[in-house]
């Protein structure tokens, strides 16, 4: 069955830096386009970022564009999220999904079809 696992969560400081990787298996990993979304407590989840599946196209959320980078390696079936100039705000679950797509990258949960199961990331002040 789909897999998809997420890792490199954790605890950092204001402004520090984390990146998290996704690995998926049990799908043809090259044919998804990825994506990172966030989920806060008591609220809904949200998007960061995406990316295609080449790779040659990206997607960012306002709140984090020019901070946050997701790229992909397709031989190693992964899908990266650099994580810098971190805030409070960040704080969050993050959550990598893949989506087949039919058009351009996809910036609502609804069009992903697999997600993982979270990784916690905390940015303390």
């Known amino acids: 069955q789909v897999q998809l696992v997420e890792s490199g969560g954790g605890l950092v400081q204001a402004g520090g830096s984390l990146r998290l990787s996704c690995v998926a298996s049990?799908?043809?990993?090259?044919?998804?386009?990825m994506g990172w979304f966030r989920q806060a407590p008591g609220k809904e989840r949200e998007f960061a970022a995406a990316i295609s599946r080449s790779g040659g196209s990206t997607s960012y959320a306002d709140s984090v564009k020019g901070r946050f980078t997701i790229s992909r390696d397709n031989a190693k079936k992964m899908v990266y999220l650099q994580m810098n100039s971190l805030k409070e705000e960040d704080t969050a679950a993050y959550y990598c999904?893949?989506?087949?797509?039919?058009?351009?990258?996809?910036?609502?949960?609804?069009?992903?079809?697999?997600w993982g199961q979270g990784t916690q990331v905390t940015v303390s002040s």
């Open positions: 999904a893949a989506d087949l797509p039919s058009t351009a990258l996809t910036t609502s949960p609804l069009g992903y079809d697999f």
């Open positions: 049990g799908l043809t990993f090259s044919m998804y386009s």
